[in-house]
């Protein structure tokens, strides 16, 4: 298998959307061997809930995973709406989005579980791919050949001749490449839960829609999940630069008092404030939010390393935006090799071919991805000079209604945009 008997060999350091969509995108290339590398001891998806948007599913369908859309664990909003947003007093429905052209059905926003999303992509992988408690410590370019050689902090490495880094928001690999790279807490603070819905059997108004309540200085979040489940994510929002802010010094992922959030939603509308008392104590986790500025170049290691989802343009998770991104680079990413290196090919590529390859993959996403990067930057800002300010009913609901439309993220189209690059190129 190969070319004669040799594989273009991939490695991808992370185990999260990013990286298993990259390795299923390369798997049926019989010239190209992926090996996925991950630093935790178990393989197992951390955080709550999680959307795909139209783009992100749709790439998902193209690439053969069609599990990952069926009703089982993609909840789609009944009304067809993206996404609802209420008053946090009055409950009333103040906007909304929308979808925009022809959307599929099946790819119409939705939102999973995220151990049910990393399940359904683990059904289109070989076990024997995944190396776990292999995490990433050191890399150079071999003198003679300019392949990669990767060592892990348990001691053992490997060669290779690309290296995808999708290690997420605090990337190993692009901490060695860029030091200066840093992810910084946004002052956004998130409390998540997810727990069967059966819990809430009690409550007669329990929606069919994903809803996002907007108070003055935070929000609620709520829809149910595939199999059963409901999601809660209560936010607050501090200036990550003020000594004393509230939550500061919190570590992601660890457990959280629900006594705080029925403080902090105290005055809020009554269906609020029932669901938290019927949140399950030990359900409920924090997480605080933190994003990193665009990096100048994707392509790094002598034209050999690149990157994909946080790792390469960590956002914050604003618009739901996250899961859809790392699908479309892993396509991208996977795309670009495929063209410098088709299946028919009777040669491996050349160091010149791959570095061709990670700069066509560059072109197609770093534009749009730096576009998001500046959006959630510009509306993080916003949202730390709004504390402190006293915002009139009337204001709050202006800004609801003129929030950042994100239909442009959501609905992107990578391929559309790849089929351009490879024009672009070839005039």
């Known amino acids: 298998m190969g070319v004669n008997g040799q594989q273009l060999q991939v490695a991808i350091v992370g185990a999260g959307i990013a990286g298993l969509t990259a390795a299923i995108a390369l798997k049926d290339h019989p010239g190209i061997n992926v090996q996925i590398y991950d630093k935790a001891r178990e393989l197992r998806e951390v955080g709550a809930s999680i959307a795909l948007g139209p783009n992100g599913l749709r790439t998902l369908e193209k690439l053969g995973i069609h599990n990952a859309l069926d009703d089982e664990i993609a909840f789609r909003n009944k009304s067809g709406y993206p996404m609802i947003y209420r008053h946090y007093q009055t409950g009333e429905i103040v906007s909304v989005d929308e979808h925009r052209g022809d959307v599929d059905p099946r790819h119409k926003t939705a939102r999973f579980h995220r151990p049910h999303l990393q399940q359904a992509l683990l059904k289109h992988i070989d076990p024997s791919q995944i190396h776990l408690n292999k995490a990433f410590q050191n890399i150079t370019n071999d003198e003679s050949t300019g392949r990669l050689d990767i060592t892990f902090t348990d001691g053992s490495a490997i060669t290779a001749d690309v290296l995808l880094g999708a290690d997420g928001i605090h990337s190993g690999v692009r901490s060695f490449y860029v030091p200066s790279s840093r992810s910084k807490w946004t002052g956004w603070t998130a409390f998540r839960a997810v727990y069967p819905v059966s819990h809430l059997a009690h409550i007669p108004d329990i929606p069919d829609e994903a809803e996002h309540w907007w108070g003055v200085d935070r929000t609620w979040f709520m829809s149910k999940l595939g199999r059963g489940l409901f ?111 088709p299946s028919s090919a009777t040669e491996l590529p050349s160091a010149r071919d791959i570095e061709r390859a990670l700069r066509l993959y560059e072109k197609t996403r770093k534009a749009h991805t730096d576009r998001v990067l500046d959006t959630v930057h510009s509306t993080n800002k916003k949202k730390v000079e709004r504390l402190g300010v006293d915002e009139t009913d009337e204001g709050l609901r202006a800004r609801m209604k003129n929030r950042v439309e994100p239909v442009w993220i959501h609905e992107h189209d990578v391929e559309d945009v790849f089929k351009q690059v490879i024009a672009d190129e070839a005039n």
């Open 231 to 341: 999601c809660i994510v209560a936010s607050h929002q501090s200036d990550p630069d003020a000594p004393d802010a509230l939550y500061k010094e919190t570590v992601w992922n660890t457990d959280s008092d629900a006594n705080l959030l029925k403080e902090h939603y105290k005055d809020w509308h009554r269906l609020v404030r029932d669901i938290i008392d019927a949140t399950p104590a030990d359900s409920l986790k924090v997480y605080p939010n933190a994003s990193a500025h665009g990096l100048d170049s994707w392509v790094l290691g002598e034209g050999r390393v690149t990157f994909a989802g946080d790792a390469a343009h960590a956002h914050g998770g604003a618009f739901a935006a996250g899961g859809s991104l790392a699908i479309d680079d892993a396509w991208a990413f996977a795309s670009a090799i495929q063209h410098v290196f």
